[in-house]
Structure formats: structure tokens, C-alpha cells
């Protein structure tokens, strides 16, 4: 099937509004072919997470094709990295939210804490458990900001600060270029861990 390429207000003529006309886009005549796996899909995931991919799309092997119609027998795994961080901050809820807006997280590299982004989503996240978790950051609230390089702009300014004695649990779906965690999403807090030992993970590991 060919698609034809449409130009909404674009000029009839190439001396109308004193520009050429934009070009005519082709489709292309060749569909490229994408190689499929009829194996184990957690195998495949995990093959696919390794390779750095964003997941996978699985059918059901003895489904029929639907055309022009969404169906359950095709399914989308995205691959996901889950690891501890410290919080070293919090900011204020914003609109109708209440407690906290975000926590401000971090790893460490060496003796500095580095920040690794924020999240402010998760499992029971709801106006009562940021009531909750405002009550538990608050008395560890201090003046000076933890993050070693501090944080610029107006999060460095508005943000609230706390001792780095907490360590939350985040699911999330991939490291960014300049180090933060993209998609996040809160899956807890360990009171198993000492902050000074949470380190960013190995990516081979965090695929796991």
C-alpha cells in the first residue's frame, strides 16, 4: 500500500509568499522486512534490554492478523532497570497535590552524592501517602543541599533539602546521556540499606 504525502496551506506556486513550494515528500516504494523470533519472550526480552533496545512486541502465535483493529493477542514489554537511591531533597506539591511533589535522588561516587534525577510517581502514591512522606522528611530537613555538584537554576533554589538517610527503591526505564534516570517510578523504601552503599548500578546489572 502507498501513501500519498499532503501539504496543508502550503504555496501553490514557487513566487507565492516569496518562497519556493516545500518539497514533495516520496513514500518509500520498498518496505524493509524486520526479522522476527518465534522463541521464548523472556529470553528475547532480556536479549533485547541487554542490546540497550526499549522492549519488545510479542503476538500470540496462533492469533489471526486483525487489520485496522487493536487486539490483546499483540503485546509490548518495555524493558525496565530497577535500583536504590538516596534522597537528598523534596520539592512542593503543585495544583491539587498535596505533601510532597517529587523526591530528588541520588547515588554515591566516591564520598559525593550524585543526583540521579527525581520522581514523584510510584505504587500508593496518593494526597495521603504525600501527607505521610512530607511528616517523614521534615524533621531531616536542612539548609545546605547534599548533591555534590549542587544543583543549579530553580530547583536548586526552591528545592527542600534533607540528610541522606533514606533509600528508595525505583523502577525506571533507562540512564539519560547526562547521567539521570528516565520514566521513574517509585517502588519503596529499604530500611535495609545504608545510604554510603548505594552506587549506580552496572547497566548489564540493572537489566537483570
Known amino acids: 500500500m502507498r501513501a500519498a504525502a499532503r501539504h496543508i496551506g502550503a504555496p501553490t506556486s514557487?513566487?507565492?509568499c516569496g518562497r519556493p513550494p516545500p518539497p514533495r515528500h516520496t513514500p518509500p516504494t520498498v518496505i524493509r522486512y524486520t526479522p522476527h523470533f518465534d522463541a521464548d519472550g523472556r529470553a528475547v526480552l532480556a536479549h533485547a534490554?541487554?542490546?540497550g533496545a526499549e522492549g519488545i512486541v510479542s503476538k500470540c502465535?496462533?492469533?489471526?492478523?486483525?487489520?485496522?483493529?487493536?487486539?490483546?493477542?499483540?503485546?509490548?514489554?518495555?524493558c525496565v532497570r530497577r535500583q536504590e537511591f538516596v534522597?537528598?531533597?523534596f520539592t512542593d506539591p503543585e495544583g491539587s497535590r498535596e505533601g510532597v511533589g517529587s523526591l530528588l535522588l541520588g547515588y554515591y561516587a566516591g564520598n559525593s552524592l550524585r543526583y540521579a534525577g527525581k520522581v514523584g510517581t510510584g505504587?500508593?502514591?496518593?494526597?495521603?501517602?504525600?501527607?505521610n512522606l512530607r511528616q517523614l522528611l521534615e524533621p531531616i530537613e536542612?539548609?545546605?543541599?547534599?548533591?555534590?555538584?549542587?544543583?543549579?537554576?530553580?530547583l536548586g533554589r526552591l528545592a527542600h533539602w534533607v540528610e541522606p538517610r533514606l533509600v528508595a527503591e525505583v523502577q525506571f526505564t533507562e540512564w539519560t546521556g547526562d547521567g539521570k534516570i528516565r520514566h521513574p517510578s517509585l517502588q519503596g523504601f529499604r530500611a535495609d540499606r545504608r545510604p554510603a552503599d548505594v552506587r549506580r548500578e552496572r547497566e548489564a546489572d540493572a537489566t537483570n
Open 14 to 16: 514557487p513566487g507565492q
Open 87 to 89: 534522597v537528598g531533597g
Open 61 to 78: 502465535r496462533t492469533a489471526p492478523y486483525r487489520a485496522g483493529s487493536r487486539s490483546d493477542d499483540w503485546r509490548k514489554t518495555k
Open 123 to 131: 505504587k500508593g502514591w496518593n494526597d495521603e501517602f504525600g501527607r
Open 142 to 154: 536542612v539548609d545546605a543541599q547534599p548533591f555534590d555538584p549542587a544543583l543549579p537554576g530553580a
Open 49 to 51: 534490554c541487554g542490546l
